[in-house]
């Protein structure tokens, strides 16, 4: 367990934009900032942070709370490890008392699987710092390759021995479970028999993007033709190589800092350039290009450089990237080696100035790369030029965007020397035909052939008014509990004729002691459970403390409270008025009407309960004697009274 001082001195340090700033690019928006969900996939931010506050909503799934709950949802943590992982991030000392082998057994399958890696991760990089085969053969490669030994720490690279269970005997004598091992892919089981599955091999630990390492990738160093030259772990509960890139975990920052990723093919392509000095840089880690591990770019920058080999075999498949990337609204552009230079030879080679020279002076627009590539090909063919236009207008349909596929099209034009219209018309027929072939595929998948499917009857759900209206209480007590306002209170009195006659009364109050007061009047107590734990904490604090400050009060709440209380204040920020009032439009701001707000809703509150009370009493009284059903009646008529004032009251008010 880690001990609450420790966890109290996380949440007074962590700031909630930086932490998620390292997943989320963030734009700031007024007092807020805003940037995709990292949730779904969208187009238009409506992931909003609030600094202020220390909380965080995502409009788009629903999800929000503090910094502990992102780090839950977003990287699967549990509380001990959000905790742990931003006492890391602080430089703050975890003080821990001692789990008890009850606890360690408690550990779910997944965090077996990560602890297994984590341990995999360190003997692996001990191996080829202390051992003298791994000396002797993994260092000296990684020497060879020009690499520091700050670089391989930083990266921990590290080396499997060349014998056939070294890693797994070593990781069974220290008590890890062969099932885990072998989930994670680290192990081979045959029988009774247990192998290393990266024996012999330099390892490279792959991380997400919080650095959790998620499994391996291993390069053999004999000329074993049979076997793989490069190694990854298999598929697990915890890694899914189509949603991860290498080299994200240490390029997040600097993506996000410099507005644009750098995209390799190796894992020692990202490692040279990290070295060089250039540190937005991540690797498919040779698997072909996938639209998750595009979305994950997405969250940091709208622009993606692809750096390819000199070697311009296979550069044409390698294209097909480049039309994913456009698909998924990403700005592209593309560079090239000279012949005979891959990316990490090139940085290896040069210094940062002429690195930084070159990228900056032969990263080209993909639309001209596409063109001179394409051309050199087709020569003086008319065939070929045809078909290399025609190349171009495809990748030009995969941009969603209306206006970027009208400026591509006009280059394209410019640049082949034809007409706009042969191509605006082109890239008509081929949009028409992907919309028919998508309308195609939904029927197909629609239709369930000899099968009669009954229509389900949609239920209308309905409103819950005193769920809103307890919520829109907690939200006033959030928002304004301790505003001190002027409210008009109506009295009643009576008059000869027995007409209902009010007497205003103007009374100065704190909005949280006006709630607390009036609910108390009515003895109203809240059917919510949750909203019911809230609303005592907040009353509670204020009486104590005078003050609610937000970013304290979220963090002491539960979970489940914390993220409703987010949502709450968040929902609050979604939408701000523009500055109408520098185009002489005056709006009367929310700010100005909090008495009016706070009044309503309780009154809202008093009259829903005793509409509700009357129908009560009135769907009870055929079963009651004729003495029970007067005395009922009395009852029925004195809240009739009631509602005619309240309604009244709530008249005035609005």
């Not at 340090?13 to 734009?27: P, S, Y």
């Not at 998924?328 to 080696?337: E, L, S, Y």
């Not at 059903?629 to 009251?649: A, C, G, I, P, W």
Request: charged share 30%.
């Amino acid at each position: 367990m880690i001990a609450k001082t420790t966890i109290d001195q996380v949440f007074e340090t962590a700031r909630v934009e930086e932490v998620i700033g390292d997943f989320v690019q963030l734009k700031k928006s007024g007092s807020n900032f805003k940037g995709l969900s990292p949730f779904t996939d969208e187009r238009t931010p409506s992931f909003m942070v609030s600094p202020v506050k220390q909380i965080w909503k995502d409009f788009s799934s629903g999800k929000g709370g503090n910094v502990v709950a992102f780090l839950m949802e977003h990287e699967h943590f549990t509380y001990p490890e959000a905790i742990k992982y931003l006492a890391k991030k602080y430089g703050i000392e975890v003080e821990e008392t001692q789990q008890t082998e009850e606890q360690k057994e408690l550990a779910n399958e997944r965090e077996s699987l990560y602890l297994v890696s984590e341990y995999a991760k360190d003997y692996f990089n001990k191996t080829l710092l202390e051992s003298e085969e791994g000396k002797a053969i993994g260092k000296t490669y990684f020497k060879e390759r020009g690499f520091t030994d700050e670089t391989i720490e930083k990266f921990a690279l590290g080396y499997s021995p060349d014998s056939w269970d070294a890693f797994t005997s070593e990781a069974l004598k220290n008590g890890y479970q062969l099932s885990y091992l072998e989930k994670t892919g680290l192990t081979i089981v045959k029988g009774e028999k247990q192998f290393d599955r990266f024996k012999g091999r330099v390892m490279f630990p792959i991380r997400s993007m919080s650095g959790r390492v998620l499994g391996f990738g291993g390069r053999i160093l004999t000329s074993d033709k049979k076997a793989a030259k490069y190694l990854n772990s298999p598929e697990s509960d915890i890694y899914h190589k189509s949603k991860v890139l290498y080299g994200i975990y240490h390029a997040k920052q600097s993506i996000a800092k410099e507005d644009n990723c750098y995209l390799v093919e190796g894992y020692t392509d990202v490692i040279q350039f990290h070295q060089r000095g250039i540190e937005n840089v991540v690797s498919s880690s040779g698997t072909a290009l996938t639209p998750e591990q595009i979305r994950l770019i997405n969250r940091l920058t709208k622009n993606i450089t692809v750096l390819f080999d000199g070697d311009a075999a296979g550069l044409r498949a390698s294209l097909r990237g480049v039309d994913l990337i456009l698909e998924q609204g990403m700005n592209v552009k593309i560079c090239t080696f000279p012949e005979g230079e891959d990316p990490d030879s090139f940085a290896k080679n040069n210094s940062l100035g002429d690195l930084t020279l070159y990228l900056d002076q032969n990263s080209s627009d993909f639309i001209n790369f596409k063109a001179s590539l394409l051309a050199t090909e087709a020569k003086n063919d008319p065939i070929k030029k045809s078909e290399t236009i025609r190349d171009m207008v495809q990748s030009i349909s995969k941009i969603p965007d209306a206006i970027k596929r009208e400026v591509y099209i006009k280059e394209c034009s410019r640049i082949m020397d034809i007409s706009e219209e042969v191509l605006f018309s082109t890239l008509a027929q081929m949009l028409q035909k992907e919309q028919r072939e998508a309308t195609q595929k939904a029927k197909r998948e629609a239709v369930q052939p000899m099968e009669v499917v009954p229509v389900e009857e949609k239920s209308v759900q309905k409103v819950d008014i005193q769920y809103q209206l307890e919520q829109k209480i907690i939200e006033l007590l959030l928002l304004y509990g301790t505003a001190e306002e002027e409210f008009e209170d109506l009295i009643l009195e009576p008059t000869e004729s027995g007409d209902i006659s009010f007497k205003p009364e103007i009374v100065t109050s704190r909005v949280f002691e006006k709630v607390y007061l009036d609910l108390q009047d009515d003895e109203i107590e809240f059917t919510n459970d949750e909203f019911r734990e809230v609303y005592f904490t907040i009353i509670n604090t204020l009486n104590q403390e005078k003050e609610l400050k937000l970013d304290q009060f979220v963090n002491q709440l539960p979970p489940k409270s914390a993220e409703m209380v987010s949502n709450l204040l968040m929902n609050e920020e979604r939408h701000q008025l523009a500055k109408w009032d520098s185009k002489d439009i005056y709006v009367k701001m929310k700010e100005d009407t909090i008495p009016q707000i706070v009044s309503e809703t309780i009154l809202n509150l008093r009259r829903y309960l005793v509409d509700s009370k009357i129908n009560e009493l009135a769907n009870n009284i055929n079963d009651l004697s004729d003495l029970e059903k007067e005395s009922v009646l009395q009852d029925v008529k004195d809240y009739n009274t009631l509602r005619m004032v309240l309604s009244e009251k709530l008249r005035r008010v609005i």
